[in-house]
């Protein structure tokens, strides 16, 4: 008695026909995962978003308590912007070169600084500490090397 084998083409290509189908599908669903950030890795180019452009004064107003309450009136704080350049390893203001502590001394020097810092060639060490000093110092600061470094 012989047996034979029957090679069954038909239904090896409704096999392959399901597993493109399955390939094509999966590929649908990476692609649409990719456009739709599914992967996790969020959305955007990571890059800071905002125009980064300092005004010259800023009033922010407060209400104070006073005995009668019915008077009371807002308190005006006005901020004196100043502007940093970090250039190199040296600091930049009012047409003066300073290193960190001397620049910290100028800010310091006037009431209620606003810093906008911006940067030429500056060292992003520099830059990382004198934000640093800023926060430590409760000195309100506008970092403007983000948006510089787009243009």
């Known amino acids: 008695m012989k047996i ?5 083409l038909e239904g090896a290509s ?18 649409w995962l990719a456009l739709h950030g599914g992967f996790g890795l969020g959305k955007g180019s990571g890059k800071a ?3 980064g ?4 004064s800023v009033s922010v107003t407060d209400s104070t308590e006073s005995a009668d309450k019915n008077n009371a009136e807002p308190a005006t704080a006005e901020f004196t912007e100043l502007s940093v350049v970090i250039s ?15 620049v910290i001394a100028k800010i310091k020097s006037y ?10 060639n500056g060292l992003a ?20 090397t983000a948006a510089q470094s787009e243009e």
């Open 4 to 8: 034979r084998f029957r090679k069954n």
């Open 14 to 31: 409704v096999v392959g026909v399901l597993i493109l189908l399955l390939l094509i599908a999966a590929a649908v669903v990476v692609i």
């Open 49 to 51: 978003e905002g125009e």
């Open 53 to 56: 452009k300092a005004t010259e």
């Open 88 to 102: 190199g390893d040296k600091y930049l203001m009012d047409g003066s070169e300073y290193d960190l502590e001397g």
């Open 111 to 120: 009431e209620n600084p606003n810093v906008a810092i911006s940067e030429e």
């Open 125 to 144: 060490e520099n830059l990382d500490q004198l934000i640093e000093r800023l926060r430590t110092e409760g000195i309100s600061y506008t970092d403007n």
